[in-house]
């Protein structure tokens, strides 16, 4: 078990950030070992986002630019493979085609009007959301990078329940799908909610639920899209995976800043 551990961790960082990990087994066992340590991962990419966030902030650079560099950091972890995967499924949802097709057009290397559209609106929200958070301070701000992207990792965790199936035999869709017992994966989003509660509580006033909520509104989004995507591709894929971290991410950075 305390291998089959290692390992997991290992194929969580392997496979969702840049970082030198090295990816020895692929197996359905590992899968799952990862993707129920995909919000470690998160948590790393998380605190690695936060630390130029904040630094900017404090040394007076204004709270743009250290959200500009708390958004981009994320993106440069995963050489922007989950913004990419965020375009190609905007593209195909976008389609309007079959299933099939709609995957071949996710396949394709350039990315159409609906994948462009998708990211810079994305993009847009999480820079405006982080500018607000980091405007309230430098720890708001950083705490808010670091749960997005926690939140937004456990996202694929409950993504690969064993009831999601893979729209592909093969890629990081197919190998991750199904992998996870749905009550393994409930257990790990108990404690990333209440961690991140944890967390919240130390801004103050309704910090605790304020978070909480915003970890489960992320998880909400991300959920609706992934039901969209099992019903129009047949299951997912890896571009899926990544359009689920993104919109996860999203939607918990807009949380964060309603209610001011």
């Known amino acids: ?77 995963t050489r922007g493979l989950h913004l990419d995967g965020l375009a190609d499924t905007a593209d195909g949802l976008g389609s309007g085609k079959p299933a099939e097709d709609a995957l071949r057009i996710m396949k394709q290397s350039d990315i159409g009007p609906f994948g462009v559209i998708t990211l810079l609106f994305v993009l847009l929200a999480q820079v405006a959301a982080l500018f607000e958070l980091y405007g309230r301070g430098w720890a708001h701000g950083a705490l808010g990078a670091l749960t ?15 009831s999601v199936p893979a729209a592909r035999p093969e890629g990081l869709g197919a190998a991750v799908a199904g992998t996870v017992p749905a009550g393994a994966a409930a257990a790990v989003a108990a404690v990333v909610v209440a961690g991140c509660a944890a967390a919240g509580a130390a801004t103050g006033g309704y910090g605790a639920a304020r978070y ?27 571009d899926v995976f990544g359009a689920l971290e993104e919109t996860a991410a999203t939607a918990v950075l807009v949380v964060l800043v309603l209610g001011g």
């Open 212 to 238: 909480a909520l915003a970890v489960l509104a992320g998880l909400a989004a991300a959920q609706l899209l992934l039901r969209h995507c099992v019903r129009r591709f047949g299951g997912v894929t890896g």
């Open 1 to 77: 078990m305390t291998s089959l551990n290692s390992h997991g961790v290992r194929f969580a960082f392997g496979t969702l950030t840049v970082l030198p990990v090295r990816v020895s087994r692929w197996d359905r066992g590992t899968a799952r070992a990862g993707m129920l340590c995909a919000p470690l991962a998160g948590l790393v990419v998380g605190l690695l986002a936060a630390v130029p966030g904040a630094l900017l902030s404090l040394a007076g650079a204004g709270p743009l630019l250290a959200a500009v560099a708390s958004a981009a950091l994320p993106a440069a972890l």
């Open 148 to 162: 997005a992207a926690t939140a937004a990792r456990l996202a694929l965790t409950l993504a690969s329940r064993r």
